[in-house]
């Protein structure tokens, strides 16, 4: 089943309604549900096809599988895969029988999905695609979808490169589903509050979310999924980043910085003993597009700012590392039953309330629309002190009108009472309000405020479960 992606889906459709061929580029973390977005879209178009890479396998190899994908579609008994020994012939076999057929009356959709994978890792590819594109595609009522999960090639490679320079006409990075979007998938066949620490421990990523079994409780699935030896998840953490990153080795050894700090560039760099430079930051960049990773700026800072901050931020990963890495062995073994429940005892309600932070920063614009005010926002994140150690408030937008909000979130299992005020008053307290600007002041809890503190009328703003999770 597919949900959400509405957005996606509006974009991706407005290009193949236009007038004129479009180059469109795909790119996100693996598992993010990229060829299901681009399968829903092709769905019941009459001149789609797709074409995917095999990782690991040469160009000749890759060259022959396009071919052979292509003569399948083509239908054409004359032709062998192993007559093309180049992208340059197979492209034009492709133009000749496909793009320029005079049967069709509709934009021809080509899909090339996991380019990377296609190009074997070298940009000779995306160049040759660049001269057909020039030469015979443009003009021919064309939509070209390039789509991959290196977020390195297709930033680098493809994106960025001279060679398509101007010509892609949309850009999408596919991101985790929403909580919306999570409820729908989960059928709300279970309650909120456990269709939420779905969320906390695997994100919005549609492919975990689909391992969950509906008629088992969140407990059980947990063992299931990733505390038994034959788990699905046990060994999801290598294929994150040696299917996902080139030099993984250089991306592992960051996150083992970032699993429990929240670290600067210079930090990191200093950790890592290398220069603050240009390959640093472009590996931090892959993560925070592949939503690892998320770096914060006060909200008085400018974005180019030094005191901007890194933090993993994958949920599963930070679940992994907690809870998962240091009792491999046990797991592994497949003897002990009922492991989530013995390893996780007394420290879990702990760390969905860490969880639970992370997920409305993650989330923010989500919230900032359920109180009213999304399109106001110019920026937001946690805010920390330095002056002051135990100073932190969870989560704070500044807006363009002129009005900071200021959240405080509690993953508690009751009502908040009017003890929060003083709380929040001290750290306000501590905040440095620009001129002219207003404080607003936003509760985002389990179960919203307690009579008392509802009748206070001290916040701004409630969101509640029911409220986050419809």
Known sequence: MFYGRDKELKVLEEKYISSKSELCVIYG???????SLVKKFIDGKP??????????????????????????YTKDSFVQGDSFSKWDTAFLYLTEKVIRSKHRKKK??????????MAAGRSRLVAIIKYFWDSYWKDQGVMLILCGSIASFMINKVISSKALYGRISA????????????????????????????????????KYLEEINLDRSFNQNMNTLCFSADSAMLKEIEKIFYSQFRLPE???????????????????????????GGSLREALSHLENAEIISSFIPFDKGWSTKFR????????LIFYYKFMAPHIQIISE??????????????????????????????????????????????????FSKKVES????????????????????????????AVILQMERKISLLNIPRGFTVEKALISLYGPDKALHESEYFNYHLAIDDIIP
Request: glycine share 6%; with cysteine.
């Open 29 to 35: 973390r693996r598992r993010i549900g990229k060829t």
């Open 47 to 72: 001149y789609a096809f797709t074409f995917e890479g095999i990782e690991g396998e040469r160009s000749d190899y890759q060259i022959r599988h396009f071919a052979e994908t292509l003569i399948n």
């Open 108 to 117: 021809v959709v080509l899909f090339f999905d996991e380019i990377q994978w």
């Open 171 to 206: 850009e999408i990075l596919l991101k985790g589903l929403g909580p919306h979007e999570v409820a729908k998938m989960l059928k709300n066949r279970r309650s909120k509050e456990e269709v939420l620490r779905y969320q906390l421990v695997f994100g919005g990523v549609p």
């Open 250 to 276: 250089n991306y592992i050894r960051i996150i083992n910085l970032l699993k429990d700090s929240l670290l600067s560039l210079n930090e990191i760099a200093l950790k890592l003993g290398k220069t603050s």
């Open 309 to 316: 901050k890194y933090r993993l931020f994958d949920e599963y």
């Open 334 to 383: 497949g003897v002990q039953k009922k492991l989530f429940e013995m390893i996780t005892k007394d420290k879990f309600n702990v760390w969905l309330g860490f969880a639970f932070e992370r997920f409305c920063l993650k989330q923010a614009f989500y919230l900032a629309e359920k109180m009213g005010f999304s399109d106001q926002v110019i920026a937001y994140g946690p805010f």
């Open 391 to 418: 100073f932190q408030i969870d989560l704070i937008y500044k807006r363009i009108d002129n009005v900071i909000t200021v959240c405080e979130v509690k993953h508690h299992s009751k009502e908040i009472t009017p």
